[in-house]
């Protein structure tokens, strides 16, 4: 008998190697990322970075030198009560604010895209032109409109006989400042809310139509989801912008220096420990602190307006 050997089991084939031109292009799409980088990290993780190392040291008065204290920074601040007023402060800020400024922007938002108003792009720039202001000038401008003794104010007071306009004083300040960022800001959250309405698809306007719904149907039911994600970009947008106030209050304070404190705001907190009192590590702790519960409501709103959105 004769055996017959099992035919060879041909070698898997070699995967072939990566041309040289693709890891040319990975290299070429890191050098056109490298300048991002390198400013990102410049002019934000550095700062940040540099922020926190200062916040674990504190500056010995009688002893000299700084010397390493770890946590007590952000213990003094968690037990600090001028923080946590300011805190306090723009909390309200943001719950009062925030909502009536988004809404105004919807609201703007919606008439620019409806075919029934006239000269929209009149009205979209006379909304947006606000934002092109810069917030010191504006702030100015409405603190010389907000004064006592001069501006609309003063002008209000004299032609009625009274005193009762006083939009600086210790009751109306926090809303007279809210009033500012609102006209600065309604025009920058209209301009986020009327690009989204100009991406809807036509065909679900179509669909509306075609069902017989109404121009405030079309609103409810089509528009307002397809803007979602506009709507939840805005809203953290405007979170930060409300815990980071600062400019408004820090240039009215010049006006009313006996009702807006150094401690008004947690920024012009940590502004005045740093430039006013030199106490640069517990301002760095100040700011860390501020941060942090900045970006942890920030992704609360992201991840419930995800959900929402699903």
Do not use: C
Not at 65 to 76: E, L
């Amino acid at each position: 008998m004769t055996s017959t050997a099992a035919p060879p089991v041909p070698a898997p084939p070699r995967r072939p190697a990566a041309p040289a031109r693709r890891k040319r292009r990975q290299w070429r799409g890191w050098l056109f990322v490298a300048p991002f980088v390198l400013v990102f990290a410049l002019t934000f993780i550095a700062p940040v970075v540099y922020a926190f190392v200062l916040s674990l040291f504190r500056d010995q008065a009688f002893f000299g030198g700084t010397v390493f204290v770890g946590a007590d920074n952000y213990t003094q601040v968690l037990a600090d009560p001028k923080f946590w007023e300011s805190f306090r402060r723009v909390l309200v800020f943001l719950v009062v604010q925030v909502p009536i400024m988004l809404v105004l922007a919807l609201i703007a938002a919606l008439a620019i895209d409806s075919a029934r108003l006239h000269a929209a792009g009149f009205f979209r720039i006379v909304i947006f032109l606000p934002y092109a202001v810069p917030a010191v000038v504006a702030a100015l401008m409405w603190g010389f409109i907000y004064g006592d003794h001069f501006g609309l104010a003063a002008d209000l007071n004299h032609l009625l006989g009274t005193d009762a306009v006083k939009p600086l004083s210790e009751n109306w300040l926090l809303t007279s400042i809210g009033n500012v960022v609102t006209w600065e800001f309604v025009g920058y959250n209209m301009l986020i809310f009327y690009s989204a309405l100009k991406v809807i698809p036509k065909e679900l306007f179509e669909a509306a139509s075609i069902d017989g719904a109404g121009a405030f149907r079309t609103i409810v039911s089509v528009k307002l989801p397809a803007i979602r994600g506009a709507i939840v970009i805005a809203t953290i947008f405007s979170i930060i912008g409300s815990f980071q106030l600062f400019n408004e209050p820090n240039i009215m304070r010049n006006l009313v220096p006996n009702v807006i404190g150094t401690f008004y705001t947690p920024n012009m907190y940590a502004y005045n420990l740093s430039f006013g009192g030199q106490q640069y590590n517990y301002s760095a702790a100040v700011a860390i602190v501020m941060g942090v519960i900045t970006a942890v409501i920030a992704y609360v709103v992201q991840l419930r307006g995800a959900r929402k959105g699903m």
